[in-house]
């Protein structure tokens, strides 16, 4: 019997196996897409949105979207450098080239400054990640869409139950991106939705993610493009229709947790975690802590610190134009400086408070270790 925490794990009750278990016996035949169609007909109203169309990944769902929106060789796409290569990964697939930007300090997310700087002729569109669940300035990105002729698109993988002024995350730019995958708040397994409010749009990833045959053509196997195959599983999705009927409750849960850290973490200067302005809510998928330069705490003394309490923690994302696959941009600051001083939090859903004390102890013991070490001076030589 381990006493490890672990970082993420699912909540499943018997809403979600009694429906996984329908449509495992009943989901056939005539009634094989009954709980696809309700996954996203439920999903698009719980978002606001038009449309959904549920996929295998949130990759796919954005390698869908980005295709439907014509990127192609020669286009340039503008995403944070704090970012998961899957966040890229369709951008590159698709020939089109990866425009690497920094991150606002406080958020983390995309800096819209540094965004209006980069454009040029050949932008086609504006990937915005709300990291963690954390929210972009979504009004700054739409007016610089608006005002350039580019296309907003919202990476909401980790951002499901965040809100930006009234409009939930993922339904305000053109199209919108969620991952279902076994980490998320809400799961299916692996999964991912595309969501948008564009009709014609939807009909293209309607077509392409049915490998290129438009609905309602009359001939039958007959594709009109190369397309995808980016499908979600009717057991998937049964899983997906429990979840959501007990979204509200996910989140909540996801929200005490963080506020819960945030009490415990309150005595300790020079850290910060994911923050929640004024007409803003955040789903708080993964509460992160980041610790000032000034204090002197590393992401590898966090890391040793947490193995050696047996708990399982993640580190922070590291900038994308870190990779070898890609030239280094050591000038975006906060994307490169901010991951080597942050951790995330254990925040599964029936985490106790115990663990919860056990979590915030480790890093209260890392900062008082610290201070002690840093106030034993060696005795200079006369």
């Known amino acids: 019997m381990t006493n490890r925490i672990f970082y993420t794990r699912p909540s ?58 014509g990127i192609s060789p020669g286009d340039e796409v503008i995403l944070a450098d704090t970012n998961w290569v899957a ?37 086609k569109a504006i990937i915005a990640t709300h990291i963690y669940g954390n929210l972009c300035d979504m009004d700054a990105l739409m007016e610089i869409g608006k005002q350039r002729g580019v296309a907003v698109v919202e990476d909401a993988a980790e951002a499901i139950g965040s809100i930006w002024r009234g409009r939930r995350a993922g339904s305000i730019g053109a199209f919108g991106t969620f991952s ?14 595309l969501v948008t409010s564009d009709a014609d749009l939807y009909e ?42 007990r979204i509200d409750e996910l989140v909540a849960r996801k929200r005490e947790i963080l506020a819960a850290y945030m009490l415990r973490l309150s005595p300790l200067n020079g850290i910060s975690m994911n923050p929640e302005y004024t ?22 003394m966090l890391q040793q610190a947490f193995e050696t309490a047996d708990i399982d923690a993640r580190v922070f994302f590291h900038p994308l134009s870190s990779l070898s696959m890609f030239e280094d941009k050591p000038g975006n600051i906060n994307a490169w400086s901010i991951p080597e ?31 002690n070490n ?9």
């Open 279 to 300: 007409g803003t809510i955040n789903g708080a998928w993964m509460p992160t802590a980041v610790f000032h330069p000034a204090t002197g705490i590393t992401r590898e």
């Open 180 to 193: 279902f995958h076994g980490t998320k708040t809400l799961t299916t397994g692996e999964g991912g939705m």
């Open 204 to 245: 293209k990833v309607l077509t392409l993610s049915n490998h290129g045959r438009a609905r309602g053509s009359k001939k039958q196997f007959w594709p009109d493009a190369i397309g995808f195959k980016y499908k979600m599983s009717n057991v998937q999705a049964a899983i997906g229709c429990a979840q959501l009927e």
């Open 87 to 123: 966040t890229v990964a369709p951008v590159v697939h698709l020939g089109a080239k990866p425009v690497f930007v920094d991150v606002l300090p406080d958020t983390w997310c995309i800096d819209p400054a540094a965004v209006q700087r980069s454009i040029t002729p050949r932008t």
């Open 12 to 69: 499943i009750t018997e809403l979600e196996t009694g429906y996984a278990a329908d449509a495992a016996a009943n989901g056939w035949g005539a009634r094989c897409y009954d709980y696809i169609n309700r996954f996203e007909r439920d999903f698009a109203a719980y978002l606001g949105s038009g449309f959904a169309t549920a996929t295998s990944s949130c990759t796919g769902a954005m390698h869908m979207g980005l295709a439907a929106l």
């Open 341 to 371: 001083r942050a951790i995330n939090l254990p925040s599964y859903h029936d985490m106790s408070e115990a663990d919860i004390d056990r979590v915030a102890e480790t890093l209260l013991s890392v900062v008082r270790s610290h201070r």
């Open 374 to 382: 840093s106030a034993v001076r060696p005795r200079q030589s006369a």
